[in-house]
């Protein structure tokens, strides 16, 4: 099966090339895709600062849900895809319990900033 990239999603002979995270990829996509020419105008079109995308190419800032949501809005490319591009194969996201769990010592729907 191949992507609207044109990537084989389903080949077994991946080069490590594309198996390993690599930002550069999934944003040199996109101002291919947008007919773009630089970052400048992919940080224009994503609505978000240059130095995002300067930190995204140097590995400093992950691509984050919300700007990979962006990138969908923009490019009409699957979320799959996309994360396909920058080198995330991972099928399912787990979220940690530690997320959900309450800090130690805190109660229950009780504000600190309740007057008596």
Excluded: C, W
């Excluded at 101002?31 to 970052?39: C, P, T």
């Excluded at 590995?59 to 990979?68: F, Q, T």
Aim: hydrophobic share 35%; charged share 30%; proline share 5%.
């Amino acid at each position: 099966m191949t992507n609207q990239v044109g990537i084989d999603m389903n080949s077994d002979s991946d080069s490590d090339e594309l198996l390993q995270y690599n930002p550069n990829r999934l944003l040199d996509t996109l101002i291919e895709n947008l007919r773009l020419k630089n970052d400048a105008a992919l940080s224009r079109a994503l609505e978000v600062a240059p130095p995002v995308i300067s930190k995204i190419r140097h590995h400093r800032l992950p691509v984050g849900a919300s700007l990979l949501i962006r990138m969908h809005e923009v490019s009409d490319l699957s979320i799959r895809d996309l994360r396909y591009l920058m080198g995330d194969r991972r099928n399912k996201f787990r979220i940690s319990d530690k997320q959900f769990k309450p800090k130690e010592g805190a109660t229950p729907g009780a504000s600190s900033d309740q007057q008596s």
